[in-house]
């Protein structure tokens, strides 16, 4: 069964931080690129992490140096460590594949994430 499920997102202040996880049915995780990406209000959902499964990472250049992706593969986890957080920030955050292929173009719920004073 597919399944994903984001949780850790809530309200910070600008400058904050927060960690993201991510628990993923085992046929997604193992094997797979897995990414975070966010989708802010009226604006298309895009990519701003991902780690291959030996632990390659890429980033966004907006995230670039402020957040960071790792997995435990033993866990079937995906985190995102966000730090010096920024309004533009705020967004729902979702894990998924990269890319995002799997079959009925799933996703999870996702989690919420604000940055405001």
């Known amino acids: 069964q597919v399944q994903l499920v984001e949780s850790g997102g809530g309200l910070v202040q600008p400058g904050g931080s927060l960690t993201l996880s991510c628990a993923a049915s085992?046929?997604?995780?193992?094997?797979?690129?897995m990414g975070w990406y966010r989708q802010a209000p009226g604006k298309q959902r895009e990519l701003v992490a991902d780690?291959?499964?030996?632990?390659?990472?890429n980033y966004a250049g907006s995230v670039k140096g402020r957040f960071t992706i790792s997995r435990d593969n033993a866990k079937n986890t995906v985190y995102l460590q966000m730090n010096s957080l920024k309004p533009e920030d705020t967004a729902v955050y979702y894990c998924n594949i990269v890319p995002p292929l799997l079959p009925g173009n799933y996703w999870g719920q996702g989690t919420q994430v604000t940055v405001s004073s």
């Open positions: 085992g046929r997604i995780f193992s094997r797979n690129r």
């Open positions: 780690i291959t499964a030996v632990g390659n990472t």
